[in-house]
């Protein structure tokens, strides 16, 4: 399960963050992930309820999600389309010369604190 490595990063990274800017407390974490990243956002709750549950600064918190739509390039039409609904194959000119442009992504969008 990657799911625990990728909050394992997140907050360590927001631990970077409160560094420089000390809080009292996390009250919600909002990722940004990527439709063909991979995770499972249920193991990703999961994950965050297991770590979090025993930092005084994080406890309680909520993590939220919100996903990235997925669309990838093709590089011998230049059209842009859906790579849920059409995976690696361009539906204009059936060329597979295409690439991911958006949907892969894990990003911390928000965090609120006390």
Known sequence: MHELSLITSVVDSLY??????PVRKVKSVTLS???VSGVVPHYLTEAWEWFTKDDDLFRGSEL???FIHAYTKCLDCGEEYD????????????????????????????????
Request: proline share 2%; charged share 30%; aromatic share 4%.
């Open 64 to 66: 939220k999600i919100e």
């Open 16 to 21: 970077d963050v409160f560094e420089k800017q």
């Open 83 to 114: 790579t849920i609904q059409y995976a690696k194959v361009c539906p204009h000119c059936h060329s597979d010369n295409t690439v991911l442009k958006q949907g892969n992504e894990l990003l911390i969008k928000e965090v609120e604190v006390e």
């Open 33 to 35: 992930v990527g439709t």
